[in-house]
């Protein structure tokens, strides 16, 4: 059941696809009294009709409402939390831990640092009762290991020999590409051979071409612009570094990194939120501070001047994947969620 007129075609069709019926309810986002009491009378049409094994509740916002008509339609009642503490008020974060305690049978969080910094380390009350389970992210890595590579010198008219430091996803304050620009003056100012492929749009992309212009890297930045669901894989496959340089705060997965990873592409990001648990530092790539332009440019230096290291680097990226974060381990996952709610599980073979 989709709340909002705000579809993603490509997503649709591949839900379609699989013989999935999706309802779209057609509600115009909106925080007035009115928006509200239409996503209500909506979602309780779609659901009505029937009492159902399970409901998962994707997303718990922009209200409650879909948790308390939801309620009303099964007995086992799941919400997925996908945004850190920080993102809560105080009241947020108390109204969030009741639900937990009273209305939900399961509260997902997509990583450890979701579950730990709202509702306490592993041992806590509301950690202890089972309620809360951890279920990452994941995504097929046969699927962008089939993708084909964009070849980024080609498309830009680099030369052979640049290295290419790549970023995408969406141009926005906290997701701190400016700090990533101003890095790649200062290794660029230092002779390093470096170009920057920026694929992605948003509210701050007219603001950071102007940034680039002014930074004197306008002639070594492509920014690409947004780019279709099924080209994203090849796009990141095409990086030789990927870069995740965000303010922190709103990071409650990362999964640019997971992308870039199971690419084969080491990754460079911001020491914040999720990312720390995603990448693993020295390993799968580098972990720097925040908002420090200086410090991201000598993080990166030594994966620009060591192409032995990139590889080390991608080849454990794509392992970490696998291990963790492949789709037979998800769905192994939600097996056993599932399972442990009194819910019949066929294991897929």
């Known amino acids: 059941v989709v709340y909002f007129d705000e579809i993603d075609a490509t997503m649709l069709a591949s ?12 509600v115009q986002r909106g925080s007035s009294f009115l928006s509200h009491w239409r996503l209500a009378l909506a979602l309780w049409a779609a659901l009505r009709r029937r009492r159902f094994d399970a409901i998962w509740v994707q997303y718990m916002t922009p209200t409650l409402l879909p948790l308390a008509i939801a309620r009303l339609c099964t007995r086992r009642l799941i919400a997925a939390v996908h945004v850190v503490a920080s993102h809560y008020s105080p009241a947020g974060l108390q109204r969030l831990r009741w639900l937990t305690r009273h209305v939900c049978n399961r509260i997902v969080c997509v990583s450890h640092t979701v579950a730990n910094g709202i509702f306490g380390p592993e ?8 309620r809360v389970r951890v279920l990452p992210n994941a995504l097929a890595l046969c699927a962008v290991q089939a993708a084909e590579a964009l070849h980024w010198r080609a498309h830009a008219g680099w030369p052979a020999d640049v290295v290419v430091l790549g970023f995408a996803g969406r141009l926005t304050h906290f997701k701190g590409v400016d700090f990533l620009l101003r890095a790649v003056a200062r290794l660029h100012g230092q002779g390093m051979p470096v170009r920057l492929a920026v694929v992605g749009d948003g509210e701050d992309g007219v603001k950071l071409q102007a940034l680039a212009q002014q930074l004197g890297i306008s002639a070594i930045t492509c920014f690409a612009g947004r780019i279709s669901r099924a080209e994203i894989y090849g796009a990141i496959k095409g990086f030789d570094i ?11 997965f990362g999964l640019s990194a997971l992308e870039a990873m199971a690419a084969g592409v080491p990754v460079v990001a911001s020491r914040v939120d999720a990312l720390q648990e995603v990448v693993v530092d020295g390993a799968t790539g580098r972990l720097c501070p925040s908002e420090d332009a200086a410090a991201l440019a000598d993080g990166l230096v030594r994966l620009v001047t060591d192409s032995e290291l990139r590889k080390t680097m991608g080849a454990a990226g794509t392992a970490h ?18 399972a442990g709610l ?3 599980v066929r294991r897929h073979v």
């Open 242 to 252: 990927a870069v995740m340089p965000s303010r922190g705060g709103l990071e409650g």
């Open 123 to 130: 041992g806590c009350e509301e950690r202890n009762g089972g």
């Open 15 to 26: 839900f379609r696809a699989t013989g999935l019926t999706v309802h779209l309810l057609g």
């Open 321 to 338: 994947v696998a291990r963790l974060y492949d789709t037979p381990v998800y769905r192994e996952n939600l097996a056993e969620l599932m």
């Open 342 to 344: 009194g819910l019949p």
